[in-house]
C-alpha cells in the first residue's frame, strides 16, 4: 500500500540554522500539508499546499517557514533561522483529489534544535 | 476558534471490553471529522473520515458517529484488544485541520 515518507527520521540542528525537513507524498496525490507535534501537546496544522501554492496556512506559519515542491515528487519544509522552539516533531500529509479527502500521514521528523 | 475536547484523556479496559471515546468541537461548521491512532513515536493512522453530511462510518471492529449540530463525535471500539492501545486522535476539518488532544487507551490482556 502507498506511503507518505519523511526524511530524516531525526534532525538536530543548532539554533539559528536552517533545517529543510523532506516528504514524499503518495503520487497520485494532489493536496500536501504539513503539521507539527510539540512532544506532549497536540498535533497542530501548519500549512496546506495545493496547485504549486499555499492555500492556506495557520498563524504558527511565519515568515520563517516555506514550502516548496521542487519536483514531482518531493514536498519540503523548510524553517529559515531555527529556534528552540521550534523542536517538535513535523508530520507531512497527503490527500487524494479533494482538502475534504481522508489525509495520510507520514512518520513524522523529529527536529531537535539545540 | 475551533476548539476540540476529548474525553476521557486515558482509559484502561481489559481485554473483550467495548468502549467510547468522545470527542467534542465548538463550531458546527465543519466539513468532516476524521479519527486517528498515534502510536507511541509514530505516525498517525487514518482510521475513519465521516463527511459533515454523513452520521456514521464503520470499519472493522470501529464505528464512528457524528453529529454536527451538537459537536459531537463518538468513536466505538468492538470487542478490544492489546493491540488497540494507543493514543485515539479527532479532528475536524474546515480551512484547517484542528485536533483534539487523544484519549490514551490501554487494554490489558
Known amino acids: 500500500e502507498p506511503e507518505v515518507t519523511q526524511t530524516p527520521s531525526h534532525q538536530v540542528t543548532q539554533m539559528g540554522q536552517e533545517v529543510i525537513l523532506r516528504c514524499v507524498p503518495i503520487s497520485n496525490h494532489l493536496y500536501f500539508y504539513w503539521y507539527r507535534q510539540i512532544l506532549g501537546q497536540k498535533v497542530e496544522f501548519l500549512v496546506s499546499f495545493y496547485n504549486n501554492e499555499i492555500s492556506e496556512k495557520s498563524e504558527i506559519f511565519d515568515d520563517q517557514f516555506s514550502v516548496e515542491r521542487p519536483d514531482g515528487s518531493n514536498f519540503t519544509l523548510k524553517i529559515r533561522s531555527t529556534k528552540l522552539e521550534d523542536s517538535a516533531m513535523y508530520f507531512c500529509a497527503s490527500s487524494p483529489s479533494s482538502g475534504t479527502d481522508t489525509q495520510y500521514f507520514g512518520p513524522g521528523t523529529r527536529l531537535t534544535v539545540l | 476558534k475551533q476548539e476540540v475536547t476529548q474525553i476521557p484523556a486515558a482509559l484502561s479496559v481489559p481485554e473483550g471490553e467495548n468502549l467510547v471515546l468522545n470527542c467534542s468541537f465548538t463550531?458546527?461548521?465543519?466539513?468532516?471529522l476524521q479519527w486517528f491512532r498515534q502510536d507511541p513515536g509514530k505516525g498517525l493512522t487514518s482510521l475513519l473520515l465521516i463527511q459533515s453530511s454523513q452520521r456514521e462510518q464503520t470499519s472493522g471492529r470501529l464505528n464512528a458517529s457524528l453529529d454536527k449540530s451538537s459537536g459531537r463525535s463518538t468513536l466505538y471500539i468492538a470487542a478490544s484488544q492489546p493491540g488497540d492501545s494507543a493514543t485515539y486522535l479527532c479532528?475536524?476539518?474546515?480551512?484547517?485541520?484542528?485536533f483534539g488532544a487523544g484519549t490514551r487507551l490501554t487494554v490489558k490482556p
Open positions: 479532528a475536524v476539518r474546515r480551512n484547517d485541520m484542528r
Open positions: 463550531d458546527s461548521a465543519i466539513y468532516n
